[in-house]
């Protein structure tokens, strides 16, 4: 029997119970808990869902304390940003981004960052001249982004409570930076981000790639499950249907080459097997990243597989 916390999970986009079993016994690596989780595919539309879940009402006690979106970030090495820089060039290279066309707009660009955490990526964007909007539901973190980006910037709480204070057709970008995973109802936001985004302007996505390389070779153990906090898990097909649905037309989607992501699922998978955590020390974190950047680039540059996906969307022709 599910507890009054928890529920069975309906597909946001069918309606219907998951069925199909996808990942089974999965493990939250960030509590010390024997809790294990189960997601199920949809056995019309293929999303993956956690189920049973937390109720929304209760989703934010299975949020540490210490959860890395919600802290300040700090400044990685020197190498790390190089070797990341260079990385994100070389896909850019093969899948490229769409941009806004800041000269044509006559006026100072303005973006939305639905979940922006601690403020960096809004503190990155006005350094470049941009009218920047936030919500947070993380008072605490939205208090690290108040402190980077200006209190008004920051709307602290739902994005449900947010929408009426969000001006309509206003924003040149509406970013959803490893949101949609975490909604109990990711086409609700979707929609809304169709409705505050202007005409010409885009919608930006990212979130984890369910049917990647990394994740059919780490299963259950993938470092971007993460149980329980994220209540489904897209793919490409999936991620087009959701755009469709909410009004939204896909221009491009690009995958993501993040060594540190599958450095830490073989962490997890050692974890497992040792029955102990497992974590390398700095100098076999080294070695081990090393190895595998060559690898998840080359995944995503031949086969446009990476941990996540980035995706863009426009409104669609006939919506307004």
């Known amino acids: 029997m599910v507890t009054p916390q928890w529920e069975e999970a309906t597909c946001p986009l069918c309606g219907i119970p998951p069925q199909m079993t996808r990942l089974d016994r999965v493990r939250d690596w960030s509590q010390r808990s024997a809790a294990r989780y189960t997601y199920k595919a949809c056995r019309n539309c293929g999303l993956v869902l956690l189920s049973p879940r937390p109720a929304a009402s209760a989703i934010e006690h299975y949020y540490p304390a210490d959860y890395p979106p919600h802290l300040r970030q700090g400044e990685s090495s020197a190498k790390r940003r190089f070797v990341r820089a260079l990385l994100e060039r070389l896909v850019d290279a093969r899948f490229p981004r769409p941009t806004v066309s800041v000269v044509t707009l006559g006026?100072?660009?303005?973006?939305?960052?639905?979940?922006?955490?601690?403020?960096?990526?809004?503190?990155?964007?006005?350094?470049?001249?941009?009218?920047?909007?936030?919500?947070?539901?993380?008072?605490?973190?939205?208090?690290?982004a108040q402190q980077e980006v200006g209190v008004p910037a920051i709307h602290v709480g739902t994005l449900d409570a947010a929408a009426p204070c969000l001006p309509r057709n206003y924003f040149d970008l509406v970013a959803l930076h490893d949101v949609l995973e975490h909604l109990h109802n990711p086409l609700a936001a979707l929609r809304l981000a169709h409705d505050l985004v202007t005409l010409?302007?885009?919608?930006e996505v990212l979130t984890p790639d369910v049917d990647s390389l990394e994740s059919r070779a780490f299963r259950s153990n993938w470092f971007s499950v993460e149980a329980p906090r994220h209540i489904q898990l897209f793919s490409k097909a999936t991620l087009q249907v959701t755009f469709g649905r909410a009004g939204l037309r896909v221009v491009a989607m690009r995958p993501t080459s993040i060594p540190t992501f599958a450095l830490v699922s073989l962490e997890n998978v050692l974890s497992e097997?040792?029955?102990?955590?497992?974590?390398?020390?700095?100098?076999?974190?080294?070695?081990?990243f090393a190895a595998l950047a060559p690898l998840t680039l080359?995944?995503?540059?031949?086969?446009?597989?990476?941990?996540?996906?980035?995706?863009?969307g426009t409104k669609a022709s006939g919506t307004c």
């Open 200 to 203: 010409d302007g885009l919608v």
């Open 107 to 144: 006026r100072r660009p303005r973006i939305l960052d639905i979940g922006c955490g601690s403020g960096g990526y809004l503190k990155r964007r006005a350094s470049q001249g941009w009218e920047v909007w936030g919500v947070e539901s993380d008072p605490d973190a939205a208090n690290l």
């Open 273 to 288: 097997r040792l029955h102990r955590r497992v974590c390398f020390d700095r100098l076999t974190r080294a070695g081990v």
């Open 298 to 312: 080359s995944t995503a540059m031949l086969s446009g597989s990476g941990s996540s996906l980035w995706v863009w």
